[in-house]
């Protein structure tokens, strides 16, 4: 594992995300958040990889002060949802690596992005995004795609 401390900066750029070792962070706020995570970890098993643990975003993070426990910053994470609904986003969102909130991508757009190594650990996440529910769940549909594509 890279030295968080002395890799962090500048960020070390990683041009290719595993999908082998992948955790899947979803909002608890709402039941179909978790069904989109599921249906992520199944389009990813299809794949012959091991299938993504899926956690509530509070499960991890049961304050917002609360950093993500490390053992997830080694990991490639999936990320649903934005800064109003999944905790894990607030560190990434104050540091300028993504604007996905209730403005931007707006309406029901989708945010569908990778935020490369964003801990220093040169694991990336792939932030499935939007400002309501049916853009996460539009970014679902395309990441699925693109997954079984590849």
Do not use: W
Request: hydrophobic share 35%; with cysteine; charged share 20%.
């Amino acid at each position: 594992m890279l030295d968080p401390s002395i890799e962090l900066l500048p960020r070390v750029i990683h041009r290719q995300t595993s999908l082998a070792d992948t955790a899947i962070i979803y909002p608890a706020a709402k039941p179909r958040y978790r069904e989109l995570a599921d249906v992520i970890a199944e389009a990813i098993a299809a794949r012959g990889f091991p299938k993504p643990e899926c956690v509530a975003d509070t499960t991890l993070i049961p304050e917002r002060r609360t950093p993500l426990p490390d053992p997830y910053r080694s990991k490639s994470l999936i990320v649903l949802g934005s800064l109003n609904t999944n905790r894990t986003l607030q560190p990434h969102y104050a540091n300028f690596l993504c604007a996905t909130d209730a403005t931007y991508p707006g309406g029901d757009g989708y945010d569908l992005r990778t935020i490369v190594n964003p801990y220093g650990t040169g694991s990336n996440m792939i932030l499935v995004g939007g400002s309501t529910l049916l853009g996460v769940e539009r970014a679902a549909d395309i990441l699925c795609t693109v997954i079984s594509q590849t």
